[in-house]
């Protein structure tokens, strides 16, 4: 049975930092790539960035460039998401994924999810 469990979500406030981790068990872990989501009440879930099965293949959204950092441990398990210059619109549930193979930017294409970690950046 494939668990994903998200970690690290806080209230912070604006200019701050975090980081999330998240741990993915029941599943060969270097067979899949990782991508972190996030979703804001009432509206869509966004891409924040992904990360090939290496770990040499990185993205990011648009709004995260320059300010998170994405990385994984293979020998551990674990996926990372470090938030810098948090900024008021990052506020959201934050999701990890998997999906065997390549980096997609659609949620759809993964297979296995977290039950999500609340960050929220206050003023």
């Known amino acids: 049975q494939v668990q994903v469990v998200e970690s690290g979500g806080g209230l912070v406030q604006a200019g701050g930092s975090l980081r999330l981790s998240c741990t993915a068990s029941g599943l060969t872990f270097d067979d899949y790539a990782l991508g972190w989501f996030r979703q804001a009440p009432g509206k869509e879930r966004e891409g924040v960035s992904c990360i090939s099965r290496s770990g040499v293949g990185i993205y990011y959204g648009d709004s995260v460039k320059g300010r998170f950092t994405i990385s994984r441990d293979n020998a551990k398990n674990t996926l990372y998401l470090q938030m810098n210059s948090l900024k008021l619109e990052d506020t959201a549930m934050y999701y990890c994924?998997?999906?065997?193979?390549?980096?997609?930017?659609?949620?759809?294409?993964?297979?296995?999810w977290g039950q999500g970690t609340q960050v929220t950046v206050s003023s």
């Open positions: 994924a998997a999906r065997s193979g390549y980096c997609r930017g659609s949620s759809d294409e993964y297979k296995y």
